[in-house]
């Protein structure tokens, strides 16, 4: 079994709509973070979470938000979906020191 | 905060040849880089890294090395071959503990 999962693979929305994206790991990390992957930028960093009571906002938080349900589980919100939000997203997790992270498959979402 | 640079955004090379990507980074606090691997339709996977009390990091074929002083580091892949075929990304990590990554290179591996 993959030891970061992320749950729907792809995903296809409506402008306005609501929608979560979960993550979960069996890696017993404590960090974890979720990106956003567009074409020609790279990978940045929506939220981050360094345990079930620690959540921070990373580059580009504006539109999401996130829950930490327990040290396996970080969801992904998207309150009121726009176009823009059209990209690939990442969850990921490390150790304490933050450094080598394990990705996800991700979840490519479509608004329209 | 961190600005991370990375270029090429594409590379083509004959199978054999080696391929270099270069990155710099702005936060002269980084301490840690590394470089990550992602294939078609998968997440970004670890392939090597680099701290700052080190100058070159070799693994097989692939090597890293990192001028504190210029402030970039760079990717070496010698003898490559169609699997290496992936967009690669370079990262440093400062003061923030957190990662920044570059915006890729697409690196082809002509047979």
């Known amino acids: 079994d993959a030891d970061v999962t992320q749950t729907p693979r792809n995903r296809i929305t409506k402008t306005g709509k609501r929608i979560m994206l979960e993550c979960s790991q069996t890696k017993g990390h404590d960090r974890m973070y979720w990106y956003r992957q567009d074409p020609g930028l790279g990978l940045r960093l929506i939220y981050y979470?360094?345990?079930?009571?620690?959540?921070n906002k990373g580059e580009i938080s504006d539109g999401y938000s996130v829950s930490r349900q327990a040290q396996a589980k970080f969801s992904l919100s998207l309150e009121s979906a726009i176009p823009n939000q059209t990209a690939l997203y990442f969850c990921?997790?490390?150790?304490?020191?933050?450094?080598?992270?394990?990705f996800g498959p991700g979840t490519r979402l479509t608004v329209t | 905060g961190e600005n991370v640079e990375q270029h090429p955004s594409t590379l083509s090379v004959q199978e054999g040849d080696s391929a270099v990507i270069k990155c710099t980074y702005s936060d002269s606090a980084s301490n840690y880089f590394p470089w990550y691997k992602q294939e078609l339709g998968k997440g970004p996977q670890l392939i090597i890294d680099?701290?700052?009390?080190?100058g070159e990091k070799k693994d097989q074929r692939i090597a890293v090395t990192l001028n504190k002083t210029a402030k970039h580091f760079s990717l070496h892949i010698t003898e490559t071959q169609p699997e290496d075929s992936a967009v690669y990304f370079c990262a440093a990590s400062g003061s923030a503990r957190q990662l920044t990554f570059g915006s890729g290179t697409q690196l082809t591996v002509l047979p």
């Open positions: 680099i701290r700052s009390n080190v």
């Open positions: 979470s360094f345990d079930v009571k620690d959540i």
């Open positions: 990921a997790t490390s150790d304490s020191l933050g450094r080598w992270q394990y």
